[in-house]
């Protein structure tokens, strides 16, 4: 289920499919909002490529940290991206890093340049959530068929929540569903021109914060640290960093894009 299609020893996974679908979507919307920052085509394109390989190795990084047992007596499995385990609060926290290095070379303003990549973040989220479907991995707890259908969960979908002879609730359309939702909301704000310092990262901070606490509670294959499962203290983090965010720039005067 995992191969999209096989040609001799070659081949090309959905997981890798859905990812690159993900980056370039991604790319696209962020090129066209770059005037909002003060950066050419070219710087915006370094910028792009370096943050896409660092947001990577970084996601990669933080999965194999929390299953290093696993890692440790197969350390050749760790380049085997394409097999899943990129962890996305691993690649925004690296993102993140490298933003500061960025804007700190530049001399740009670190808020207003996450403003910009939060625009694309969730939509690419929601893309590539779907490469956890063909991996038959962010799978939630186990239900019934007659369960899933009352919820008119495409019968695919169902098939594919087929795990180890049993049907679990398809957390990763859950989380597909609510990124594409976060991405609405942003495209709203951004078609209205509201847009105050800060505003774009916080929304995105706080709604996806909320969504990933819940939907973590709900899967069964969680990142753990002793018995927390990771993902929810990173989460909660995110929502009081989204509301501080919202609440140091509220007053602020010069707010607005040039």
């Not at 370094?46 to 890692?71: K, M, P, S, T």
């Not at 847009?195 to 973590?216: D, P």
Request: proline share 2%; aromatic share 16%; with cysteine.
């Amino acid at each position: 289920m995992s191969t999209m299609f096989k040609f001799g020893e070659f081949e090309i996974k959905w997981y890798s499919f859905f990812l690159l679908i993900a980056f370039t979507v991604g790319t696209f919307i962020i090129y066209k909002n770059k005037s909002k920052v003060n950066l050419s085509k070219t710087e915006i394109g370094d910028l792009l490529f370096n943050l896409v390989i660092i947001a990577i190795i970084g996601a990669r990084i933080y999965y194999v940290i929390f299953n290093l047992d696993y890692y440790l007596l197969y350390p050749i499995d760790i380049l085997k991206i394409w097999e899943g385990g990129l962890a996305i609060h691993g690649g925004i926290i690296s993102g993140i890093i490298y933003l500061f290095y960025f804007c700190k070379k530049k001399n740009l303003s670190i808020i207003r340049m996450i403003d910009i990549i939060v625009l694309a973040l969730p939509l690419g989220q929601a893309i590539g959530r779907w490469g956890n479907f063909f991996n038959q991995e962010a799978y939630g707890p186990i239900t019934t068929y007659a369960r899933l259908k009352s919820l008119h969960i495409p019968s695919f979908i169902i098939d594919g929540m087929y795990i180890n002879n049993q049907y679990h609730h398809p957390t990763f359309l859950y989380e597909s569903i609510w990124c594409l939702i976060i991405f609405i909301v942003l495209l709203i704000f951004v078609l209205f021109k509201i847009e105050k310092k800060g505003l774009y990262t916080s929304i995105y901070l706080i709604m996806y914060g909320i969504e990933r606490c819940v939907v973590e509670g709900m899967r069964q294959d969680s990142l753990m640290l002793f018995n927390i499962k990771v993902a929810q203290v990173v989460s909660i983090s995110m929502i009081i960093i989204g509301i501080i965010i919202l609440i140091c720039n509220r007053g602020c005067k010069n707010d607005r894009y040039k």
